[in-house]
Structure formats: C-alpha cells, structure tokens
C-alpha cells in the first residue's frame, strides 16, 4: 500500500441509467488487494497509466477527506441532500488496510454531516464496523450496502476470491446491518461458467441471503466483459 495525491472526489455519474440510484460516484482508493480473479477493474481501459498488472496495489488518497468536506461544503448551496454518492465499483472501499486507515468511515461521517446518501459495494465483513453510520444516514437520505457473494462454498470462494472475507463472514455481516435496519442486499455476480452457474450454488446463496435479512439479491452483470487486461489474469489463474 502506499499513498497518492488527489485532485478531485466526488464526480456525477455519468450513465443514462444508474443501477444503484447513485447520482455520484467516489474511490477513495485506488486498486485492491481482495485478489479476485475475475476482476473487471483489472482491463486495461481502467488503468489511467499504471504500470500493467499495478491493480493489487492498494493506493489511499491521502487528501480524500479534506476534499471530500472541501466538495460537499460547495454543494451544499446546490443541494448536497439531493447526492447519493456510489463507491465500490472500481476499488473496494474496504480494503485490508482500511480497518486501520478508516478513509471509508470519514468519509461516511462526512456523508452524514452534510446529509447525502451513499451506496457501497464490497467484498469485505468490515463493512459491518460501520452499521452505526449507516443508520444515521439512513435517517435522512438513502442508503444501500451491497455485499457481493459469488460463491457459497468456502473452498470455491477461496480459489476465485483468496483474500476476501469469507462467505460465512460476510452473510453475518449482511445479519448485522439488517438487524439494525440498515438496507443491504446480496450482489452475485460475476457467475463463472463451470465454476458457480450450479444451480446449488445460486439457490444457497439465495437462501442465506434470505435467512440473513438481505433486502434484495442482485445480478446484474451475469458474465465477464474479458476485456484486455481482465481476460489473461483471469486465464492464467483458470490454468492454475
């Protein structure tokens, strides 16, 4: 892990359609050390002149919480209310080191003080730390906490995704924002061909999710893009 410069937070999102509701979008780091093989993040389209095969190196934002204040302060005249700001589509929020760095939860305190929304995807239990922001901000703007769960049994899950938080983790962390009524749901996707197209497979994970409170289960993105970049760290591990 090592430290980077930022010059800017929070961007509109700029598809038609946004699936999470998020108006606006954050990474408060960049790259991601969950080592999933299958990860879209790694294409080469995405890497903004990192070195090839950079993308395991988690990069914190060392300025993020001073500019994330420094852009909600500007907003508010603008209705910093009416944001839903959406993290975790490119970079996992909740990383290994944010556990000590706790970048994810400023920024949350920060969501929370000037009263805008936030969706989260994650592959990581952590998420969990932060039920106590989540519910505040659930008091006066929308929140979704996505936990992505590919694959129910732990040996899979460990082959495709080997420094995640595991299954069983990460459905008592979906128990722990839902008991506390927070909105959280169950994101599926990518299903790997041969891998976790089981029907067992997809009913377990329908079935815990249900049992462990989450709102929703979600695909929506069934396969792989195989862009450049994704397609030969995700073949290389296959052969593996």
């Known amino acids: 892990m090592n430290y980077i410069a930022a010059k800017k937070m929070i961007l509109p999102v700029k598809y038609e359609i946004d699936l999470f509701g998020s108006t606006h979008m954050m990474n408060i780091y ?45 907003r508010r005249k603008a209705n910093a209310s009416e944001m839903v700001v ?17 970048l994810t939860r400023g920024a949350l305190h920060l969501f929370d003080k000037y009263r805008c929304g936030v969706g989260v995807i994650t592959k990581s239990a952590l998420a969990a730390r932060d039920t106590d922001l989540y519910s505040r901000i659930q008091t006066h703007s929308p929140v979704n906490v996505g936990i992505t769960i590919t694959a129910a049994d732990e040996e899979v899950c460990r082959k495709i995704e080997p420094n995640v938080s595991t299954t069983a983790e990460r459905f008592g962390a979906i128990k722990i924002l839902a008991d506390a009524g ?33 709102r929703y289960v979600l695909c929506y993105s069934f396969g792989m893009t195989l862009r450049k970049g994704n397609r030969e760290y995700y073949y290389e591990n296959l052969d593996k």
Do not use: W
């Not at 070195?51 to 395991?56: T, W």
């Not at 169950?186 to 999710?209: A, C, F, G, Q």
């Open 86 to 102: 959406g993290t975790g589509s490119m970079s996992d929020p909740y990383n290994s080191f944010e556990k000590e760095l706790e």
């Open 30 to 74: 960049r790259g991601c050390d969950h080592g999933c093989i299958y990860c879209d993040s790694r294409s080469e389209c995405y890497q903004g002149g990192r070195p090839a095969g950079d993308f395991g190196t988690v990069h914190a934002k060392e300025n993020a919480l001073a500019l994330i204040e420094q852009e909600l302060q500007n």
């Open 182 to 214: 927070v909105f959280c749901g169950v994101h599926m996707n990518p299903i790997l061909p041969y891998i976790t197209d089981s029907e067992e497979n997809v009913r377990r994970i329908v079935e815990k999710s249900a049992e462990n409170g989450a």
